[in-house]
């Protein structure tokens, strides 16, 4: 029976944790309907994996959350370290003679009321986020000395824990004070996904300068997305943001950081709160719990710990996370003198172990044509014909060709038992295809692309990559072997792309195939992958003795070879994945016995199935 490949299972089931650095995801409350509560189980992952809620009671218009449903609403989120309440100046009063130290008595009932309203129905509020608001044409600000007698309100009364948070919903000079102001602990940025996209109101200028300023750079930013506000659902829209955000912050010191919150809220009744998941589990869907969730467990893909995010990902509603391959270190650009025609790179550090990978010439005396060839370790799927579904190749460029009519085509190199890079593997400077490789993708690289951005093969290159790496998987005679996959000029070029390598320091920016695959039959025991576990695996066992943990195939245990394994392979001896070849009825040999038949199956006198085992190198 087919399974997914065992990483999908995990991130499929959400059973990821984040490290200490990855970005929070907290969820609105808004119009929350009383079907909610009715329909724990609808949104249960969702409500035991959020960071933090915000509490907003406003009515919903059809069947509302009565007080005891919100109590069970609330008490169904595990995590409760963040819960937020908003704090409108048009909630202090709107009597607009109340300024400073006039409105200190409307502010202390207010406050009073918002945290009382949290006992009542079971939360503690952590955070309060004040705001300005126009009502009826009024214009209701906060002033310097509201806010001071606030927080003093709030340190005097035993609420000293409660944060402040100021929304701001545009990149006034105001709202950059506010944020720089040290009474503020942290900033909510207020806006549709289509304003994040767009920069409207240069809210995503206001991120940047949050995310670098010497005042706030110790401060949460929390980005609250209420609707998308352009063509595609709220949804897509949010997930693009996470994408974009990739970009304009980076990922290690900043999409993986604990100071980025999403926060998806709704302010529409059409807007659905479940299901999380459809598809008996197996699909996200437009909804907010399943948005929420689907920011929760695919963090790997949006904070670029499993390659850089695509718009067509953040589109997808699948749940399964596509697996990476990350080019491995000795990849390199292999060089062939213009002049002489020699080629060199083999063997050579500074070649082989850059954190740059070049396509096209580099140096002018001699002058050298350089392919980029790049090393990936076939993945352990189980024993199974054709495991690749899908497949993509990944670079980063950082420099382009501007001129030459020259484009940089992708093809894939056999696979060798060693990852290391040989000078035979080099080809260039010719549009007649390699006889001695498979051609992926024609003209991946072309002149004037996007530098310091991710490209991407092509349908054509994706369908060409999935027949070449079932072809060099081979049913699982590939398993730990590498396959190489090389850029090479198609013509003579003065110029040159070029890409980080797998040497480079993020991993989000090297080279990788990105893929999703299903596993085979695995038979714990059958360490030579012939579907019988039988004497020829003891021998298997033997030569492996000591070795590290994942050098045997089907090898459940995470230790060094060893007891573990042998009682394993003795506990299943005789079994078989196929009828066929059952040994079901012999008797597990003993150690004196197993030398003989060891011994017997080296001359080939039992045994004529293949013995041979991927290691790792």
């Keep these: 029976m087919k399974k997914l490949a065992s990483f999908a299972v995990i991130m499929f089931l959400g059973h990821w944790t984040p490290s200490s650095q990855a970005y929070q995801v907290w969820m609105g409350t808004h119009l929350m309907q009383s079907s909610v509560a009715t329909n724990l189980d609808d949104w249960a992952m969702t409500a035991s994996l959020l960071d933090g809620v915000m509490i907003n009671r406003a009515p919903h218009d059809t069947n509302p959350a009565s007080n005891a449903e919100w109590r069970t609403i609330l008490g169904q989120v595990s995590d409760t370290r963040n819960t937020m309440a908003p704090f409108a100046r048009s909630q202090v009063t709107r009597n607009t003679n109340l300024v400073n130290e006039l409105a200190f008595g409307a502010i202390d009932a207010e406050l009073q009321r918002v945290i009382g309203l949290g006992n009542s129905l079971g ?55 506010w944020a720089a102001n040290p009474l503020v602990d942290h900033v909510l940025i207020e806006g549709s996904a289509g304003d994040f996209l ?13 995310w670098t300023s010497p005042n706030t750079v110790g401060k949460d930013v929390i980005l609250q997305i209420p609707r998308s506000e352009n063509a595609m659902t709220q949804y897509a829209a949010t997930r693009r943001v996470a994408v974009k955000l990739g970009q304009e912050l980076g990922f290690e010191n900043g999409v993986q950081s604990e100071r980025l919150v999403f926060l998806p809220v709704t302010y529409d009744d059409n807007y659905a709160y479940l299901p999380e998941t459809t598809s008996n589990g197996a699909s996200y869907t437009n909804s907010l719990s399943s948005l929420a969730l689907s920011l929760l467990e695919q963090r790997p893909l949006f904070e670029g710990r499993s390659g850089v995010p695509t718009n067509a990902l953040a589109d997808s509603f699948v749940r399964e996370l596509p697996l990476s391959l990350l080019s491995s270190v000795p990849d390199g650009s292999l060089r062939s003198d213009k002049t002489t025609g020699e080629v060199s790179g083999q063997g050579l550090g500074f ?41 993509s190749f990944q670079g980063f460029l950082t420099q382009t060709v501007t001129s030459g009519s020259v484009g940089g085509d992708l093809y894939g190199i056999a696979r060798r038992v060693a990852p290391d890079i040989l000078n035979s593997d080099y080809y260039g400077q010719t549009d007649a295809p390699d006889p001695n490789a498979v051609l992926l993708q024609d003209d991946l690289l072309v002149e004037d692309m996007a530098v310091n951005a991710t490209f991407l093969t092509s349908a054509t290159g994706n369908a060409g990559l999935v027949e070449f790496l079932n072809d060099q998987y081979a049913g699982g005679e590939g398993i730990g072997d590498y396959v190489f996959l090389r850029l090479n000029t198609d013509a003579n070029t003065t110029q040159r792309w070029s890409l980080n390598s797998g040497d480079a320091s993020d991993d989000a920016l090297k080279p990788q195939l990105i893929y999703r695959a299903i596993e085979g039959q695995f038979l714990h025991g059958d360490y030579n992958r012939d579907g019988v576990v039988d004497a020829a695996d003891y021998t298997v066992w033997r030569d ?18 060893g007891a573990d394994q042998y009682n394993t392979w003795r506990n299943a001896f005789g079994q078989s994945l196929s009828a066929t070849a059952s040994v079901e009825n012999a008797a597990v040999p003993e150690p004196n016995s197993l030398a003989v038949l060891v011994l017997l199956a080296g001359c080939g006198s039992l045994f004529s199935r293949r013995t041979s085992v991927a290691t790792n190198d």
């Excluded at 809210?203 to 949050?210: F, Q, V």
């Excluded at 850059?354 to 799927?381: I, K, T, W």
């Design 123 to 177: 939360y503690e509020v952590d955070h309060l986020m004040f705001h300005d608001t126009r009502v009826d044409d009024n214009l209701y600000s906060w002033t310097q000395t509201e806010a001071q007698h606030m927080r003093e309100w709030l340190d005097t009364n035993g609420h000293e824990d409660i944060n402040l948070i100021w929304n701001a919903r545009n990149n006034s000079q105001a709202n950059r004070d």
């Design 198 to 210: 767009t920069n409207a109101n240069s809210k995503t200028t206001l991120l940047n300068w949050l």
């Design 351 to 391: 070649v082989i172990n850059s954190d740059e990978l070049n396509v096209g010439q580099s140096g002018s005396n001699p002058a050298y044509d350089r392919a980029a060839v790049m090393v990936f370790q076939l993945p352990d799927l189980g024993s199974i014909e054709n495991p690749f579904q899908t497949a």
């Design 544 to 561: 492996h003795l000591g070795a590290p943990a994942g050098t045997l195939p089907n090898d459940p245990h995470s230790g060094t070879i």
